[in-house]
C-alpha cells in the first residue's frame, strides 16, 4: 500500500480492518458477523448433532474405563495393604494349564472355595501340579439351577465358587488352602477388588470332617499375615451348581482379549508368580 505523503508528520495511514479481529497496533478490531463460522449456511462437522452425540458417547466411554480401571487400582493397593506378610506356598506348576478330563481316579479330594470372582480363581488352581480339575459354579444359595445373571441381582443368596478336584499325595489340602489365603483378601466381606457384593463372599464349603478341622487350622495360621481380622466362612458342603460354559477355563481362553482380564487376574497371576 502507497503511503500518502501529504499526512502530518508522525501519523500513520488508516489500516483497512482486519476480517478475523486481529490486532493492528493499539487498534483491535472485531470479526464481521459475515465469517463463515458464523454462516447459517454451514455447520463444522464436529459441531454437527450427531457428531456431537457420538463424540460426547465416546468420551463418556473413555472416562467411564479409565475410572474402572483407577477404581481396580485403588482396591489392589488396599488388598496389598492389608497384608503383613506372604506364604505362598512351593508347589510344583504345570507345564500346561489345563483340567484332566474324566472322572477323577480314587483317592482324590474336592474342595469348594469362594474368593471373589471364579475366573481369578480358577486362573489360579488350573496351574498347580496335582489339582486334577477346576470348576466354576455357584453355592449356598436358595434358588435352584440359578444363571450367572440371577446371580449378579445379588438376592439368590449363592457365592460364586470353584470346585477344586485335587490329588492330596502331589498336593495336600493345607498347600490348596494356603493357595487360598494368597490369591485373594480374606479380611474384606463381600468385595474383591472392584467386585462388590455378596457372591464375591469369601468361604470355604469343607466335603468332610478332616477338611473342617484342617480348614479352622490353616485359617487360624494364616491369620498372623493379615492386620484385620479374616472374615472367610467355613461351611459344609451344599448343592453344587456349575456356571455356565462360557465361564469355565475363562482366563485361558479369552484372557488375553477381554479387559477385566488383563486389568485384575494378570497382575494377581505375575504377584503369585504364576502364568499369565
Not at 457365592?159 to 485335587?166: K, S, Y
Request: glycine share 6%.
Amino acid at each position: 500500500m502507497a503511503l500518502n505523503s501529504s499526512l502530518p508528520p508522525g501519523s500513520r495511514p488508516a489500516l483497512p480492518p482486519c476480517p478475523y479481529g486481529l490486532n493492528y497496533g493499539n487498534m483491535s478490531l472485531p470479526a464481521p458477523r459475515s465469517t463463515i463460522a458464523d454462516s447459517k449456511d454451514f455447520l463444522p462437522v464436529a459441531q454437527s448433532p450427531l457428531n456431537r452425540y457420538f463424540l460426547l458417547t465416546m468420551k463418556s466411554v473413555a472416562i467411564s474405563a479409565i475410572l474402572s480401571l483407577f477404581a481396580l487400582g485403588v482396591a489392589s493397593c488396599q488388598e496389598s495393604s492389608a497384608r503383613k506378610s506372604s506364604n505362598v506356598p512351593k508347589t510344583k506348576m504345570k507345564e500346561k494349564a489345563v483340567d484332566a478330563k474324566g472322572s477323577p481316579p480314587a483317592g482324590h479330594e474336592t474342595i469348594t472355595l469362594g474368593a471373589g470372582c471364579f475366573w481369578c480363581v480358577e486362573a489360579v488352581y488350573q496351574q498347580l501340579e496335582g489339582v486334577h480339575s477346576v470348576v466354576s459354579g455357584y453355592m449356598g444359595g436358595h434358588v435352584d439351577n440359578p444363571t450367572y445373571e440371577q446371580i449378579c441381582q445379588k438376592n439368590t443368596g449363592h457365592i460364586e465358587v470353584v470346585q477344586v478336584v485335587f490329588d492330596p499325595k502331589k498336593i495336600t489340602a493345607a498347600n490348596v488352602l494356603g493357595w487360598f489365603w494368597e490369591l485373594h483378601d480374606p479380611t474384606s466381606k463381600d468385595q474383591q477388588g472392584a467386585d462388590k457384593g455378596p457372591q464375591y463372599r469369601s468361604a470355604v464349603f469343607y466335603h468332610s470332617a478332616e477338611q473342617k478341622k484342617t480348614t479352622e487350622a490353616s485359617m487360624k495360621d494364616a491369620q498372623k499375615m493379615f492386620e484385620k481380622p479374616i472374615v472367610t466362612v467355613i461351611r459344609e458342603v451344599e448343592k453344587f451348581w456349575i456356571a455356565e460354559p462360557e465361564h469355565q477355563d475363562f482366563y485361558f481362553l479369552h484372557g488375553k482379549r477381554n479387559p477385566y482380564c488383563r486389568a485384575v487376574i494378570k497382575p494377581k497371576l505375575q504377584k503369585l508368580n504364576l502364568k499369565d
